[in-house]
Nanobody
Framework: QVQLVESGGGLVQPGGSLSLSCAAS????????WDWYRQAPGKERELVAT???????TYGDSVKGRSNITRDAAKNTGYLHMKNLEAEDTAVYYC??????????????????????WGKGIPLTVSS
């Protein structure tokens, strides 16, 4: 099993910046991709950004030009940096990762399983 833990959320004034982190722990062999989603009350969950193991990046339309997604493979950690924050950015932010998890080691051959893992979410509030 793998656990993802987000950190870095909180209250930010409009126009400010903030960085979110998501640390993955467990028997991790490889993380194929990181994703950040957000969901505001009464709204659908939306994709904020995605980064693959090959560093292919996609941003949601609402945050293009204001967000930067990165990863640190050595630390098994994903990051989301946002600037020029607006009230509309207020939401609970969730990190997600597609991960090869080590399940065993038999006859000198490592066994692993690929799966999707989610953090519990962290709130970001943009307000004066």
């Amino acid at each position: 099993q793998v656990q993802l833990v987000e950190s870095g959320g909180g209250l930010v004034q409009p126009g400010g910046s903030l960085s979110l982190s998501c640390a993955a722990s467990g028997r991790i062999l490889n993380i194929h991709s990181w994703d950040w989603y957000r969901q505001a009350p009464g709204k659908e969950r939306e994709l904020v950004a995605t980064i693959t193991g090959g560093d292919a990046i996609t941003y949601g339309d609402s945050v293009k030009g204001r967000s930067n997604i990165t990863r640190d493979a050595a630390k098994n950690t994903g990051y989301l940096h946002m600037k020029n924050l607006e009230a509309e950015d207020t939401a609970v932010y969730y990190c997600h990762a597609n991960i090869d998890v080590i399940t065993g080691d038999n006859d000198n051959q490592m066994a692993f399983s690929r799966g999707d893992y989610w953090g519990k979410g962290i709130p970001l509030t943009v307000s004066s």
